[in-house]
């Protein structure tokens, strides 16, 4: 059963003694959570106790009962109630409580039990009424708005591909609820900051009623600057439109956007607990322009994977992309595949990192790219530690959770610490006659190599060379030459299209299906599928 909180008023402490003792008789029904002898009391103390029902005196020092209700309705729940309590039958002051829609009217003389019980039995039915309506009322607000906002997605993504035109939109202005003749106006695109972990800490369940919420604060918001609305155009990314009401100054419209996006993230950080990153397109016209807003603005956005989160980029920021810096990176991570091959000191690996953290920033290398680039280093890292040690799970799998939902900056360090604890389990020395061994396998990758003919190159006999590498690497000398001709194989595939059987022979492996087996077994898919989907990422 449900428990109704009321406040108690009157500046007559005998009149809140005995209603005191009345609620002690009403049980768990009326909890009483206060009482206040003066309106200025009641007000503060119902603004921290939220109460159902307020019982109130009218004539009160100061401020009287129907003032203080003026002023408490405005900011408590529409359903609550409030009964006065008086000594007068003044109509004067009955008038002014008709007009408050105050619930009942009650002489103080005679005070009984029974006449309060009655009173605060039907309050509570008009409140349980009230909340049900209010809850309907809530319920077909609240799907009405969501089904606009399904509409807006719709539709207006399908401009944004191209599906639909702008006289279509036009022709649809009315149930979007968006202006027919699209003026000046700025495109704003929203991105939740890391994804990942909304994702993991919300059910889809809560993730829509956040969402909803969040493009409720957005187009509220973007209302008390502008003219505009909001619209959700991906899982993780909303969009705004905003006209100011008065377009002014390329410096002053800068300044209203920057203020509007601090506006937006307060709010979202406040109800919400979220934070977003914010990026504005140029100044566009008309809705044939909104399809260049969107991409002009989401070019934008993308780089806020440099940032830090919370960056809001106005319509003046420009994106500035540099040649060459992509196939520098590449370069760099290919020197450090090969120092991954010998004792390379870490000094020099984390040297690396940050020449490629220099040439990402600079050249704004796309994340798609830098993504695919870290992860191949990882997986080559990992490779090394399952050869140095011969056992996988002595390093877990990074490569595809470790990047996922991050910014370059914290995915760089991740990668770097890994790469660091990989090296420092790299055997220390080796002798020299593995050495040379493993060099002269490097160079003759190509050939169909006999343990007899490797033996015979480092000048020793190939029963104690056979032991001897194994107890050096803790790897066969015949699983050692399979891996690198298959590794060989993965570096061929990353520059060129070539069939099994042409790989198979690069490697000096003439059975084509032996080479598929081995190629499989060492990359967990064959040659042509590790293909596609290189490419594809």
Known sequence: ???????????????????????????????????????????????????????????????????????????????????????????????????????????????????????????????????????KLYKLQRSSTENLYRLRRQVLGELLRGEASAGQIQNLSEELRVERELKAYYFIVLELCDYASFKQDYSAKDQSVLKYALLNIIEETIGRFAKGFACEISEERMLGVVSWLKMSSYVQNEEQAVELGQTLQLYIGK????????????????????????????????????????????????????????????????????????????????????????????????????????????????????????????????????????????????????????????PKSLRAEILKAKNYINLHIDHKLSLEEVALFVNLTPSYFSSLFKRETGENLVDYMNRSKVERALELLKQNKYTNLQLGEAVGIYNEKYFCTLFKHHFGQTPQKFRKQFIRN
Not at 98 to 107: G, P
Request: net charge negative.
């Open 1 to 135: 059963m449900r428990t109704f909180r009321c406040l108690i008023v009157d500046d007559e402490d005998l009149i809140l003694q005995r209603l005191e003792s009345f609620f002690k008789q009403f049980g768990s029904k009326y909890e009483l959570v206060g009482k206040a002898y003066s309106g200025q009391e009641a007000i503060d103390m119902a603004l921290d106790k939220r109460p159902d029902i307020v019982l109130t005196d009218i004539v009160m020092p100061g401020m009287d009962g129907i003032e203080m209700i003026e002023l408490l309705k405005p900011k408590l729940p529409p359903a609550t109630a409030f009964i006065i309590l008086t000594a007068y039958s003044d109509f004067v002051y009955a008038k002014r409580a008709i007009r408050q829609n105050v619930l009942d009217y009650i002489t103080k003389v005679p005070l009984e039990a029974s006449v309060i019980r009655s009173a605060l039995d039907e309050a509570a039915e008009e409140i349980t009424v009230r909340e049900q309506t209010e809850g």
């Open 271 to 426: 109800y919400l607990k979220r934070n977003v990153n914010i990026a504005y397109s140029e100044i566009a016209y008309g809705w044939n322009s909104f399809g260049a807003a969107y991409r002009r603005a989401s070019s934008k956005i993308k780089d806020t994977y440099y940032m830090e989160d919370g960056a809001i980029l106005g319509p003046s920021y420009r994106t500035t992309l540099l040649k060459g810096h992509e196939q520098a990176i590449h370069e760099e991570l290919r020197n450090m595949f090969k120092n991954l091959q010998t004792n390379t000191p870490a000094e020099v690996i984390a040297t690396s990192f940050e020449r490629i953290a220099s040439l990402a920033k600079e050249g704004k290398v796309d994340r798609e790219h830098v993504e695919g680039l870290l992860r191949g280093l990882l997986m080559e890292s990992e490779e090394r530690a399952f050869h140095w040690n011969n056992s996988m799970h002595i390093f877990p799998s990074p490569s595809n959770q470790l990047l996922i939902g991050k910014k370059f900056a914290e995915q760089l360090q991740l990668c770097l610490q890994y790469v660091l604890h990989v090296i420092a389990k790299q």
